[in-house]
């Protein structure tokens, strides 16, 4: 296997080989390795300087990136956009040149508008890291579940994988969607028509309405948080009747003939995609996911910091 | 001033020469002579002679939708270089669009248009804004923009989402003997979307506009145009689905006619892999199936009439984020290169002629121009099977935005003959 990525920035999982994913994942198991020692710190990006640029609002992927980061020795620097010269009306290119200027290597940017990590790496020198853009593709996040997902079961090639929710929505689903297809998973998406891409079939995806029959079918279930801040009009009559509908509750859990595999890319809305002791139960690996989103977000900047 | 064109094949569905290859002699403005040689003895000396092979004579053509950013936006575009841009292009005419800033919506409006457009080699014509601000709900003067010289009626690319402002705007327009361009969009159903609705803009995480927003406005048009009685354009159509419903339409002798943004022949949103902004376009880029039907529907002539939807954009409002990015590309300088791309072995110069100078004239109520001994000479010089590659020297806007930058096109526009001047294509 070779010990360099084909890709110098990190701005979907479309871009991505096979081999590529592996690589990332047996370096991030060497990190979470590192992770579970006394000293928790490496020097491997010594002298590598990082800015998180965050144009729109997140906690969990700011703080694994910026922990990620510190983990492996390099000098961070945060700039998130309220405030900023970017409510000023001064453009992306601009900000992020202005930022580089300072000497920065390497750029995470989260980004509320699709396509917008690819514009970037189009116009400065950086390697850049999506780290979300619109709704368009949360590579990481999708890495990192896969990772998850191989951690507790073995292997990810053949496993049924289901992810539940607003997808038309979700950056997170489409980056899962194709990390999974690049590791041989089958996946279906499961949630209400109007949440559901009418093509999404097209891509070689499964549609199920029926959130039992879903779970029936999978052996992972993905469940998606409702995303009500990137809904501009009501797609269902309210979220009550959501989660009557698509809702997993223990009871049913219980009811399926197997035991499955419970994600939650965070923040979970209890009571609303799964209950709290759906939550909390031993089938859900949600904290091991925020773990591992260390351990993969490490590897990434590493193996990107090779390709300079 | 004198010219002689050489051995030029025409394009002129009316004319006597049609399709025959003879030497044109105009002076001051009309056509002298056509024959099949015109011996250099009998000409002045002071004339200018043009040979070039393999070469069509076509009537003028006119570009029925282009926007000029004068008022408002002169760094993007002025009047006059718009006006380059389209003798570059092959047009003798233009109609303009009113989504100016402000928008063209008095008699002064109109008249600082035509006054600042005279004495050109391209003629400008003016569409009207419809109603207040383009906003669909109230009625502009249209019979005093008008007397100031607007033709024709539209509010640009917005739906009148209101069927009663739509039906009394066509109603009024019968009274005054003018017509409305209509732009169909469900905004209910396109939303605020910036794509097609497909399975590869969903891989780039658009929601996408589904092509039925097109359609059943479509069909709420035909059935005002057939309820009013009135004469309707349909500009900006760019589904398979909406052609359909148009064929239909016209089989049923409803009076409307069609027309279609060149890019949409050849481009399908497969071009937004990589979110280039100078694919963002209104209507959006829709399949390859839609690409097709278009052309089909051209060739049939249920499309009458293809045009450029020059719109040009500024770096300002193209290098940014594809969200963000302005809805266009400039379009008069490659238009025709465009076509014959799409149409291939399909074009013919009489299509182009039909397409590109009779239909457009005819929707609009302005005369045929024809090529014949004696009348006013207004014409569009091609090669058919010149190749040729489309570069930043052929281009007169004042803007870049276009995709195709370096493409290869076969058939290229040589110059214009109009209002007595020549111009040559670079």
């Known amino acids: ?308 | 001033m004198k010219l002689l064109i050489r051995q030029v094949e025409i394009a002129d569905p009316t004319s006597a020469f049609n399709g025959k290859i003879v030497d044109v002699f105009i002076v001051d403005g009309n056509y002298h002579t056509i024959a099949s040689s015109i011996s250099t003895e009998k000409i002045p000396a002071d004339t200018q002679i043009i040979e070039e092979k393999n070469c069509c004579l076509s009537i003028g053509w006119m570009d029925m939708r282009s926007n000029f950013r004068e008022p408002g936006e002169e760094q993007k575009e002025t009047i006059k270089s718009g006006q380059e841009a389209a003798a570059q292009g092959g047009f003798t005419a233009v109609l303009l669009m009113p989504s100016t800033k402000p928008e063209i919506q008095t008699r002064a409006d109109v008249e600082f248009v035509m006054k600042k457009s005279e004495a050109n080699a391209v003629t400008v014509f003016q569409a009207g804004a419809l109603t207040k601000d383009c906003a669909g709900k109230e009625l502009n003067e249209l019979y005093d923009m008008q007397l100031g010289g607007a033709i024709v009626f539209c509010d640009d690319k917005r739906s009148i989402a209101d069927s009663g402002v739509m039906m009394r705007a066509m109603q009024y327009a019968g009274n005054i003997n003018t017509r409305i361009i209509a732009y169909a969009d469900d905004k209910g159903l396109s939303r605020e979307s910036i794509t097609n609705e497909s399975a590869v803009t969903t891989l780039l995480g658009f929601k996408g506009s589904p092509s039925i927003a097109e359609e059943i406005d479509v069909q709420r048009l035909v059935t005002l145009t057939e309820y009013t009685g009135q004469h309707l354009h349909i500009s900006g159509v760019s589904s398979k689905a909406a052609v359909e419903v148009i064929r239909n339409a016209k089989a049923r002798g409803v009076k409307i006619s069609a027309e279609v943004y060149v890019y949409h022949l050849l481009l399908s949103d497969e071009s937004l892999n990589e979110f280039g902004t100078n694919y963002k376009v209104k209507p959006p880029l829709r399949s390859e199936v839609d690409c097709k039907a278009l052309i089909d529907a051209v060739i049939d002539g249920t499309i009458d009439v293809v045009v450029s939807d020059h719109s040009p954009e500024d770096p300002e409002s193209k290098v940014v984020e594809f969200d963000y990015a302005a809805f266009g590309m400039i379009g008069l300088e490659s238009a025709f290169g465009v076509l014959q791309k799409a149409l291939g072995n399909r074009s013919t110069p009489n299509l182009i002629a039909k397409i590109l100078s009779v239909n457009p004239r005819k929707i609009l109520g302005l005369p045929t121009v024809s090529i014949q001994e004696n009348k006013k000479a207004d014409c569009t010089l091609f090669s058919k099977d010149e190749e040729w590659v489309f570069t930043s020297k052929h281009i007169k806007s004042l803007s870049r935005n276009t995709p195709f930058m370096d493409m290869k096109f076969i058939g290229k526009v040589k110059g214009i003959y109009s209002n007595s001047q020549w111009v040559t294509a670079e």
């Open chain 1, 1 to 308: 296997m070779s010990n360099q990525l084909s890709v110098r920035h990190l701005l979907g999982i479309k871009d991505l080989q096979k081999e590529d994913i592996e690589l990332i994942f047996s370096t991030a198991t060497n990190f979470k390795d590192v992770l579970n020692r006394p000293i928790k710190k490496v020097p491997s990006l010594r002298d590598i300087t990082i800015a998180n640029l965050f144009f729109e609002n997140s906690t969990r992927t700011k703080l694994s990136f910026e922990l990620a980061e510190k983990r492996l020795s390099a000098d961070v620097i945060n700039f998130s956009a309220s405030g900023s010269s970017v409510s000023k009306g001064e453009t992306l290119i601009d900000t992020v040149n202005n930022i580089l200027a300072m000497k920065v290597d390497m750029v995470v940017m989260r980004h509320s508008k699709p396509g917008s990590a690819i514009f970037l790496s189009k116009h400065v020198h950086a390697n850049i890291i999506n780290a979300g853009d619109g709704t368009h593709e949360h590579p990481t996040q999708a890495l990192l579940d896969a990772f998850s997902i191989r951690e507790k079961i073995g292997n990810v090639e053949g496993k049924k994988v289901v992810i539940v929710g607003d997808i038309l929505h979700s950056r997170v689903a489409l980056s899962n969607i194709l990390c999974l297809q690049k590791l041989g998973a089958e996946v279906m998406v499961c949630g209400p028509v109007a949440l559901i891409p009418r093509y999404i079939s097209e891509i070689g995806v499964q549609v199920e309405y029926n959130l039992r029959k879903a779970l029936e079918w999978c052996d992972v279930a993905n469940m998606l948080r409702i995303q009500m801040e990137r809904q501009d009009i009501k797609y269902f009559p309210s979220l009550r009747e959501y989660v009557m509908l698509y809702g997993v509750n223990k009871v049913l859990l219980e009811s399926l003939k197997k035991e499955i595999l419970i994600l939650h890319p965070g923040p979970i809305n209890r009571g609303v995609e799964i209950t709290s002791d759906v939550a909390d139960s031993s089938q859900s690996i949600i904290l091991n996911q925020v773990e591992n989103g260390v351990a993969i977000r490490m590897a990434v900047l590493f193996l990107l910091a090779q390709t300079r």
